[in-house]
Each structure stands twice: as C-alpha cells, then as structure tokens.
C-alpha cells in the first residue's frame, strides 16, 4: 500500500467560523507579497548587502532574505498545489484518498524544501542519533519546542524517512500561516488555543488526534505548550509564586533548560492510545532562533543541531493518572539534561 494514502482519513479539524474571513486576507497576502519580492528583489538584496557591511555580520541580513524569498514562495506553491486538488475533488477527477495524500505530499515536500534552503543558507549541521527508533507505527511523538526552525524537526526526522503520517496538535496562531492553515485543516491537525477559558475543550480537541489511528500513523504534540525562552520559565516560576503554589514553583525551577511540561494534552492522548509507544524528540541547537530578528543578527549561522530520539515502550508508561504525571515529567528532565550537556555554556 501506498504509505501516503492510508486506509482511513484523519479525523476532521473542527468547524472554523472564522476561516473564510481570515483567508481573505492571508491568501492575497501571499500572492502579494510574491509579485511584490519578484520585482522589489534586486533592491532588497542591495540594502541586506549594506545591513550586512554595516555591522559586519557574516551576511545574515542576506541569509535571512534568502530564506523569506524561500518561504513566500514555497507557501505560494503549496496553496496552487491544495487549490488543483480541490479542484480535482470537486469536479471528480480525484477521489478524496487522492486528495488526501496529495496534501500529505504537499506538506513533506514543503518541509524538505524549507529545510534545505535554510540549512543550506544558514550552514546549520543536522546531527541526529536513534533514527533507527522510529518506525515501526503508531506512535506518540513528544517534541521539544524551542526555535521557528524545529516546527519542522517532527515532520522531516519522522515523516519524511519513514513514512509515518503524523497528526499534529499545533498552537492556534498557526492558522494565520496560510498554506499550513489549509493544508493542515485537510489534514485533520488539531489548532489549540493555549489561554482559551475551557480547556477541557481544547484537551478534547488534540483527543479526537487518536481517532482511528493506523500501524503507518502517529501523534505528534509539544508537552511544553510554546518555545522555551528564559523569559517564558522566570515568568512561570513568578505565576506560581503569585498564585502561592509551591508544587507547581518546584516544578517551574526544576527545569532549566525546557519548561516544565503541561500533562493535559500528553494524558488525553496516552487515555486514547493504549499499547502505543511514544516517541521523545529532543533536541539542542535552535534556541538562537527564537524570533526573526534572532536570524538576521546571524544568531543560528554556523549552527551545529544535535537530536536525540528514543522510543519508550507503552508497557513502560504506567496506567494511573499521576503516575503519568511523574513518568513525563522524568522523561522530560532527560529532555532537559540532554540539552544542558550540549548546550554553548557546557
């Protein structure tokens, strides 16, 4: 069987009230912003050039242009893709598993091709140990998030080499990224909004991931919640000692390089997944890319990424709910120990 057309759909991303309003604005943007760079190209190469003599970086203000020219481009490619198999489903040229493995072909490909113009431009070097504890499926993919660039760390390590479609639970901003808000609604990706008031919804939403989860499929989410920063942990240390809980302060100090992980969404999904083993993606290298400018002081030029995956068995994780709780949490103090043994000040 073809690994990009599996037996079942991945369960439907929920309605969006506001999809079509916000689409009329992110869709011209792109084709906007792709006629406008096309023509606007040779002056802007000019002033990163003199961006870059002037503060004497080692051309990150051009390397950062490169990889924008690269990014609105490749959106402008993946809508075009979507919008023809759209067009091929409605007027009955493409079944809908067609359709459905077009738009995973859409995603790896844009993946791969954003991984290699920013690798390539940036001179970042991609060392990964336990590629071989990937496969076989299914899976529960644990990710650390740090950086813009790891966003597509799970889909180019685990998708891409092995074939496993993976389901993702992705903050709810991700929706003002066009390609991924289309592609990624036909993909069934669970869009969570971290401040909603009712967070069991939001805990139901990344459960209905494991609905129908196939031997070729696997979950991937970030117990963090968002991008590790220094800031983001003294703020969580600084709200635990406002609300007066000491447990959670504890939990907030205890990790000094990931923040402490969020158990509701790793628990919904573990309630859904019996006999799935999960899969931990860790990894040290981006954190100087938090945000764009990061990339334009050359912050990640030169970069070495280490990753490290292994696999833990569904027999090892236990059945109770706080047990759950203190088993991720060690499991993510190993995620932190790695990245302190290869972070710069080590």
């Known amino acids: 069987m073809d690994p990009l057309q599996p037996p079942t759909a991945p369960p439907p991303a929920p309605h969006d009230e506001g999809a079509w309003a916000r689409r009329a604005l992110t869709l011209p943007a792109v084709a906007i912003l792709a006629t406008g760079l096309w023509s606007l190209l040779p002056t802007l190469v000019l002033v990163a050039l003199a961006i870059d003599l002037t503060v004497g970086r080692r051309l990150s203000a051009l390397r950062t242009l490169g990889l924008c020219v690269a990014y609105v481009y490749a959106d402008l490619f993946g809508l075009l893709a979507a919008g023809a198999l759209w067009a091929g489903e409605r007027t009955g040229l493409l079944t809908p598993e067609a359709v459905l ?82 592609i990624g609604h036909r993909l069934g990706v669970a869009f969570v909004h971290r401040d909603a008031r009712d967070r069991q919804a939001e805990r139901a939403r990344i459960a209905t991931l494991a609905r129908d989860l196939q031997p070729d499929e696997g979950v991937l989410i970030y117990p963090e919640g968002t991008r590790f920063t220094e800031a983001k942990r003294a703020k969580r240390i600084a709200e635990a000692q406002a609300r007066r809980d000491a447990a959670a302060e504890a939990r907030a100090r205890a990790f000094t390089h990931v923040l402490a992980p969020h158990p509701g969404g790793v628990l919904a999904l573990l309630d859904d997944l019996p006999g799935v083993d999960v899969l931990v993606v860790a990894h040290a290298g981006l954190e100087a890319g938090v945000h764009l400018l990061d990339l334009v002081r050359g912050s990640l030029v030169g970069t070495r990424v280490r990753v490290r995956m292994w696999r833990v068995p569904a027999a090892d994780i236990p059945a109770d709910r706080d047990a759950r709780i203190a088993w991720l949490e060690a499991l993510w103090r190993e995620v932190d120990a790695f990245v302190a043994g290869v972070s710069p000040e080590a």
């Not at 290699?116 to 299914?138: H, K, N």
């Not at 966003?151 to 496993?164: C, D, I, N, Q, S």
């Open 101 to 182: 493995a077009g738009h995973r072909r859409i995603l790896r490909t844009w993946v791969r091709f954003l991984w290699a113009v920013g690798s390539r431009l940036f001179a970042i070097r991609l060392d990964v140990e336990g590629r071989d504890q990937v496969a076989p499926g299914p899976l529960l993919v644990l990710e650390r998030h740090a950086s813009l660039a790891d966003a597509v760390l799970g889909t180019l390590l685990v998708e891409v080499p092995h074939a496993v479609a993976l389901r993702y639970a992705v903050k709810a901003e991700l929706l003002w990224e066009p390609a991924f808000d289309v």
